[in-house]
Nanobody, 125 residues
Framework: VQLQASGGGLVQAGDSLRVSCAAS????????IGWFRQGPGKEREFVSA????????YYADSVKGRFTVSRDNAKSSVHLQMNSLQLEDTAVYYC???????????????????WGQGTLVTVSS
C-alpha cells in the first residue's frame, strides 16, 4: 500500500487543522493506520492510531482530548482532526499502515510496515 499525507500548513496557536492520509494499492480495510510526528530536534513519536474497522482508536496523552482520528474505508482515507493546536504540535506528521486481522491498534512505529512521506504542521504564536 502507498500512503500520501496532506493537509499540513501554518496555523496559529489555538487554531484547528485536519491532516489526511490517502491510501492506494492495497485493501484498505485490512490496515490499521497510525499517525506519528517528528518535531524539530526531536525523535519521532506516536500521536494516534485507528483500527482497520475504525472500531478502536488510541491517542498519546499529549493530544488526548484535542485530536480525533477517523477513517473512511470507502474512500481509503484516514483523517486526523487537530484542535486547540499548541506550539509543541509543530512537526512533520506521518501516517503509517500495518495489516491487522483483528481490531488491535499498534502504537509503536516499528509495528508499521508502510509509511507516507509526511506533511508539515507549523503552529505559531
Amino acid at each position: 500500500v502507498q500512503l500520501q499525507a496532506s493537509g499540513g500548513g501554518l496555523v496559529q496557536a489555538g487554531d484547528s487543522l485536519r491532516v489526511s492520509c490517502a491510501a492506494s494499492g492495497g485493501t484498505f480495510n485490512l490496515y490499521a493506520i497510525g499517525w506519528f510526528r517528528q518535531g524539530p530536534g526531536k525523535e519521532r513519536e506516536f500521536v494516534s492510531a485507528i483500527s482497520r474497522t475504525g472500531g478502536g482508536s488510541y491517542y498519546a496523552d499529549s493530544v488526548k482530548g484535542r485530536f480525533t482520528v477517523s477513517r473512511d474505508n470507502a474512500k481509503s482515507s484516514v483523517h486526523l482532526q487537530m484542535n486547540s493546536l499548541q506550539l509543541e504540535d509543530t512537526a512533520v506528521y506521518y501516517c503509517a499502515a500495518r495489516v491487522r486481522w483483528d481490531d488491535y491498534v499498534p502504537t509503536v512505529g516499528t509495528a508499521y510496515a508502510h509509511w507516507g512521506q509526511g506533511t508539515l504542521v507549523t503552529v505559531s504564536s
